[in-house]
């Protein structure tokens, strides 16, 4: 998907011959078609300027390899390649306009996805049983979980997903706003993965977050003797016709589901873990705790 580093420049007394890049997604289509287009438009404005390949690497400050890697579709340039081979062909912001398109395909097609499908819902309703939920983490947060992994993702694949969280809590700023319900383990508030000052920065941020008033942010104590929620987390997905989509580990392997037979177990179990976890008033105060403590 992608690989290590950043993409460097020449100049510095080495040339690079695979010089790191975005790399594409061969599964995903729609930014295959996306990136092609660029490319072959990056290469026919070069072309039409009289500027051979080695002539325009050295001029925008890239090794060739990338350059050629960019014009035949295969890479991902990145906005400040876009902004300077704009300035030297000359474009007068046509090939800089390019960004936004990029910009999309940046993100992995199932983060797009869910970030589409939460953009048209008007009601949401997460449980996620392992970690605080990705709209609700803050990018540090979220960036220490990532550096976390194992395999260890590389580091351009970790500021894809950061950036991907980051475009996706865009959601809490629609109008009208959707309504929008989150319950949450509490083991998950206490560990300090990436560190206590992250976990402290998570909690304050959690406590904002709650008081808006289209959110409802519950929390689900360890000492609970009866829970709803073992088989895996839920999301349930409402929109303005009256449809809904649901996915959880435990229907359908996880893949998204319209079926009312399927979507009406996921609502009953997300009802009764909202039962059984604290009330929102409850869950901040509880949260006020943990952030005095930690």
């Known amino acids: 998907m992608s690989v290590n580093g950043e993409a460097v420049r020449v100049g510095t007394g080495t040339d690079r011959t695979d ?6 997604d061969p599964d995903d289509d729609w930014a295959l078609a996306v990136v092609a287009t660029v490319g072959r438009q990056l290469r026919l ?20 390899d990338l350059v050629y890697k960019i014009e035949a ?7 400040e390649y876009l902004d300077t081979a704009d300035e030297v062909l000359g474009a007068g912001g046509l090939v800089a306009a390019m960004r936004e398109d990029v910009r999309k395909v940046r993100y992995p097609k199932k983060v797009r996805d869910l970030a589409q499908m939460e953009a048209r819902a008007v009601e949401l309703q997460l449980y996620d049983p392992l970690n605080i939920h ?18 260890a993702y590389s580091a351009e694949e970790v500021e894809r997903f950061i950036s991907a969280r980051v475009a996706r809590k865009a959601i809490f700023d629609r109008d009208p706003a959707p309504e929008l319900s ?33 959110v409802e942010l519950q929390v689900m104590p360890i000492d609970r003797e009866e829970h709803a929620g073992l088989a895996g987390g839920i999301e349930v997905l409402k929109f303005e016709d009256g449809s809904m989509v649901g996915r959880s580990a435990a229907v359908a392997n996880g893949r998204p589901v319209s079926e009312p037979r399927q979507l009406r177990i ?29």
């Open 134 to 151: 990705g709209l609700l983490q803050t990018p540090d947060y979220a960036r220490g979980l990532l550096l976390m992994r194992r395999p």
């Open 266 to 294: 996921l609502e009953l179990r997300y009802g009764i873990i909202r039962a059984q976890a604290l009330t929102p008033r409850e869950s901040a105060s509880f949260i006020e705790q943990l952030l005095g403590e930690t």
């Open 45 to 64: 404005r070069r072309e039409a300027a009289g500027m051979r390949v080695g002539e325009f690497a050295v001029a925008v400050g890239y090794g060739e």
């Open 73 to 79: 579709g295969k890479r991902i340039p990145r906005p």
């Open 182 to 214: 989150f319950v949450l383990e509490e083991w998950s508030l206490k560990r300090p993965l990436g560190g206590r000052g992250r976990l402290r920065q998570q909690l304050e941020h959690l406590l904002e977050v709650a008081q808006l008033r289209n």
């Open 19 to 24: 010089e790191p890049g975005w790399e594409v």
